[in-house]
């Protein structure tokens, strides 16, 4: 009878241990958006595509950027729906990221449609960066790229 309570005893304490081992939950992320976003360029830059999309998506929940970086990444890879949906989320999360509207502008002028609208947003995004003389030349190029494809 000793043996076979001993036996049920040891079976408890082997199955109560392993239920009850310390875990470690993280319950705030250590990195900051800015580390997310360094991190999926890293990935992307290495073709580790899946990699770059999980910190981009994560940076996004605080910075308008990640949904910025995932639309870039999405028109790099032909993916035009997926990246359109991610510069319209970096828009309405920040209305003032002017790369956000200039590169959906590139992404209805390399689609040839919403030329309207493609040129009423690079508008926007040279308002946005007027001090900025750099962005304003590269700016200006998606607008006259579309200024020539709506006269053709």
């Not at 470690?24 to 890293?42: A, C, F, N, Y």
């Not at 040839?112 to 493609?118: G, H, I, M």
């Amino acid at each position: 009878m000793f043996k076979k309570d001993l036996s049920a005893i040891l079976f408890f304490l082997i199955f109560i241990a392993g239920c009850s081992m310390p875990q470690i939950v993280v319950l705030k992320d250590p990195l900051t958006p800015e580390e997310h976003l360094q991190l999926g360029l890293s990935y992307e830059k290495k073709g580790l595509i899946e990699e770059a999309i999980k910190h981009f998506k994560e940076a996004s929940k605080y910075d308008a950027r990640g949904f910025l970086f995932l639309g870039n990444l999405y028109f790099k890879q032909n993916q035009f729906d997926d990246a359109e949906v991610n510069f319209k989320k970096a828009i309405k999360k920040e209305n003032k990221l002017a790369d956000a509207y200039n590169n959906l502008a590139w992404l209805y002028l390399t689609k040839n449609t919403n030329l309207d609208e493609a040129e009423e947003l690079v508008k926007k995004a040279i308002e946005l960066e007027k001090e900025n003389k750099e962005k304003i030349i590269y700016y200006q190029n998606t607008l006259d790229k579309i200024k020539k494809l709506k006269t053709k």
